[in-house]
Structure formats: structure tokens, C-alpha cells
Nanobody, 127 residues
Framework: QVQPVESGGGLVQAGGSLRLSCTAS????????MGWFRQAPGNERQFVAG????????????YYADSVKGRFTISRDNGKNTVYLQMNSLKPEDTAVYYC????????????????WGQGTQVTVSS
């Protein structure tokens, strides 16, 4: 079992960068697939990026939503029980609460497939 905790959100101008971090407790962090999702007011929670765990076929595989490809980079440091989301070339439409989530197995884009969630961190991009 893991408990994700996000950090690193804030206010940034369009074109700027932010790096989000998610640290998860638990001794088997490396076996969990980790995902970043975001939710803007009035919208459903959306998949942003995911990285698979290291105990499954395709371990370390990375996935991105089309809207962030080429701008966002997900990575993980299993020694620190942490997953990162580097966000570059930010746009006002990236404004949302960003959530970190964990699950055993592969990465899925459906938030309902993730069982462990952080509390979220606000990212606001001004124009």
C-alpha cells in the first residue's frame, strides 16, 4: 500500500516551467504504476502522464496525453520513492489541480483504475 503526496505546484506565466513531485510511502514503490492526472473546475479528471512499475512487462514504459506530449516529462526515482512531472512551455489551459495516483500493474488512463491518490496540488498558468 502507498500514500502519494504531491508538491511543487504554484503560479507561473505562460511559457514557463514547473516541476511537480510525488513522494509515496511504502517499501514496494518500484512495483507501482504511477500516474499524473489533472482536474480543472467543471471538468472531469483527466489523464496527463503515467509510468509503469518495474515488476511488470513493459516496466518503465511511459505514456502521455496528446495535449502534453513534447512539453511534459514524467520520470521516477525508486530510491527516493518519488515520481516527477516536469512541465515546460506551460499554457493557460494547463491550469488545474494536479493529482498523483498509484496502482499495481500497468498504467491506465482511466482515473477509476487507480486506487491510491494524493491530495492534489494547484497549478495556475497566467496569460
Amino acid at each position: 500500500q502507498v500514500q502519494p503526496v504531491e508538491s511543487g505546484g504554484g503560479l507561473v506565466q505562460a511559457g514557463g516551467s514547473l516541476r511537480l513531485s510525488c513522494t509515496a510511502s511504502g517499501r514496494t514503490f518500484s512495483s507501482y504504476a504511477m500516474g499524473w492526472f489533472r482536474q480543472a473546475p467543471g471538468n472531469e479528471r483527466q489523464f496527463v502522464a503515467g509510468i509503469s512499475g518495474f515488476s511488470w512487462r513493459g516496466s518503465g514504459s511511459i505514456y502521455y496525453a496528446d495535449s502534453v506530449k513534447g512539453r511534459f516529462t514524467i520520470s521516477r526515482d525508486n530510491g527516493k520513492n518519488t515520481v516527477y512531472l516536469q512541465m515546460n512551455s506551460l499554457k493557460p489551459e494547463d491550469t488545474a489541480v494536479y493529482y498523483c495516483a498509484a496502482r499495481i500493474g500497468s498504467v491506465f488512463e482511466n482515473p477509476g483504475d487507480f486506487g491510491y491518490w494524493g491530495q492534489g496540488t494547484q497549478v495556475t498558468v497566467s496569460s
